[in-house]
C-alpha cells in the first residue's frame, strides 16, 4: 500500500478508543481516561484496504503499528528463490507491524484478505507516550508477551500435530479469537482462500480439502464454502490436543 495515500485522523470520524468494540482486546485495554485521550490523540485512520492490498511489504521501515478495526490480514515471509510461506492471520482487533520492533524494519508483507480498515499509530510517538504512561507500557508487554506465545503455540501445532490435527487445532483457535470478540464460537466464515489455509498448514489444497470431508463425515463440523460450524467441540479438542472449554461442546442447533 502506497504510504502517500491520504491519512485521515480519528477524531475527524468522531471514533475514539474508548467507543471502540474492540477496546477491551486491542491496545487500550486497561488504560484509563486521560491515558485513552493521549492514545487516541495518536491515532490515523488508513483509507480502507480493499482484497489483496498489501499494508506493509518485507523491508518497509517501520514507521507505525497497526490494529485491525475491521476484515482480516495474512503475514507473508518470502525466500531468497521467490517461495512464499503464510505465517499467521490477523482478525480485527489484533496488532499488526510488531515484527518491526526488532530493528525498526517489518521482515513480513502483510496483505488484505477481505475488505477491509486500520488503526495506525506512529511508532515514535507511541514510544513517547508509553515512556510516560504506566497503563501503555503494561498493555504493550502483555500483548506482545501474547504475540509470542501465540508464535509458540503456533510451532508446536504445525510441527508436531498431524495435518487434522493441525485443521483442528486451527479451527479451534480461530473460534476462541472470535469468541473474544463476541461473536458466536461455534458458527463463522473463514476470511482466508482454501489454498491460503493450505499453504499455512504446510498441505497440499487437495489433502486439506480431504481433511474438511472426514471432519463433515465423522460429525464434527459443518461447512458451506467458507461458512464454518462446529458441531462436536469436544472431539475436536481431543482430536487437536487441546485442553476443552468448560462450556457446552456442542453448537447450538
Given at each position: 500500500?502506497?504510504?502517500?495515500?491520504?491519512?485521515?485522523?480519528?477524531?475527524?470520524?468522531?471514533?475514539?478508543?474508548?467507543?471502540?468494540?474492540?477496546?477491551?482486546?486491542?491496545?487500550?485495554?486497561?488504560?484509563?481516561?486521560?491515558?485513552?485521550?493521549?492514545?487516541?490523540?495518536?491515532?490515523?485512520?488508513?483509507?480502507?484496504?480493499?482484497?489483496?492490498?498489501?499494508?506493509?511489504?518485507?523491508?518497509?521501515?517501520m514507521r507505525y503499528l497497526?490494529?485491525?478495526?475491521?476484515?482480516?490480514?495474512?503475514?507473508?515471509?518470502?525466500?531468497?528463490?521467490?517461495?512464499?510461506?503464510?505465517?499467521?492471520?490477523?482478525?480485527?482487533?489484533?496488532?499488526?507491524?510488531?515484527?518491526?520492533?526488532?530493528?525498526?524494519?517489518?521482515?513480513?508483507?502483510?496483505?488484505?484478505?477481505?475488505?477491509?480498515?486500520?488503526?495506525?499509530?506512529?511508532?515514535?510517538?507511541?514510544?513517547?507516550?508509553?515512556?510516560?504512561?504506566?497503563?501503555?507500557?503494561?498493555?504493550?508487554?502483555?500483548?506482545?508477551?501474547?504475540?509470542?506465545?501465540?508464535?509458540?503455540?503456533?510451532?508446536?501445532?504445525?510441527?508436531?500435530?498431524?495435518?487434522?490435527?493441525?485443521?483442528?487445532?486451527?479451527?479451534?483457535?480461530?473460534?476462541?479469537?472470535?469468541?473474544?470478540?463476541?461473536?458466536?464460537?461455534?458458527?463463522?466464515?473463514?476470511?482466508?482462500?482454501?489454498?491460503?489455509?493450505?499453504?499455512?498448514?504446510?498441505?497440499?489444497?487437495?489433502?486439506?480439502?480431504r481433511m474438511f470431508s472426514?471432519?463433515?463425515?465423522?460429525?464434527?463440523?459443518?461447512?458451506?464454502?467458507?461458512?464454518?460450524?462446529?458441531?462436536?467441540?469436544?472431539?475436536?479438542?481431543?482430536?487437536?490436543?487441546?485442553?476443552?472449554?468448560?462450556?457446552?461442546?456442542?453448537?447450538?442447533?
Amino acid at each position: 500500500m502506497s504510504q502517500s495515500r491520504k491519512v485521515i485522523n480519528i477524531r475527524d470520524l468522531k471514533v475514539s478508543c474508548s467507543d471502540c468494540s474492540l477496546s477491551d482486546i486491542c491496545l487500550p485495554h486497561g488504560l484509563n481516561h486521560q491515558e485513552l485521550d493521549e492514545l487516541d490523540a495518536l491515532i490515523l485512520h488508513k483509507p480502507r484496504i480493499e482484497p489483496g492490498e498489501t499494508l506493509f511489504r518485507s523491508g518497509d521501515p517501520m514507521r507505525y503499528l497497526y490494529a485491525v478495526r475491521s476484515g482480516a490480514f495474512k503475514a507473508v515471509l518470502s525466500s531468497n528463490e521467490g517461495a512464499e510461506q503464510i505465517t499467521g492471520f490477523f482478525l480485527s482487533g489484533e496488532l499488526m507491524g510488531l515484527d518491526g520492533f526488532g530493528d525498526d524494519t517489518h521482515h513480513c508483507t502483510t496483505i488484505a484478505l477481505e475488505s477491509s480498515t486500520v488503526c495506525a499509530i506512529d511508532i515514535d510517538e507511541l514510544e513517547k507516550l508509553s515512556a510516560r504512561t504506566e497503563g501503555l507500557r503494561r498493555q504493550m508487554r502483555h500483548l506482545i508477551g501474547a504475540e509470542i506465545n501465540h508464535d509458540h503455540r503456533n510451532l508446536l501445532s504445525l510441527g508436531q500435530l498431524k495435518g487434522e490435527e493441525r485443521l483442528a487445532a486451527f479451527l479451534l483457535n480461530i473460534s476462541q479469537r472470535l469468541k473474544r470478540r463476541g461473536f458466536s464460537p461455534y458458527e463463522f466464515n473463514l476470511p482466508m482462500a482454501r489454498h491460503d489455509l493450505a499453504n499455512y498448514l504446510g498441505l497440499a489444497v487437495e489433502t486439506l480439502s480431504r481433511m474438511f470431508s472426514r471432519m463433515i463425515d465423522a460429525g464434527l463440523i459443518e461447512t458451506n464454502r467458507r461458512h464454518v460450524k462446529l458441531l462436536d467441540t469436544k472431539k475436536l479438542c481431543n482430536l487437536a490436543q487441546y485442553d476443552c472449554p468448560r462450556e457446552s461442546h456442542h453448537a447450538s442447533s
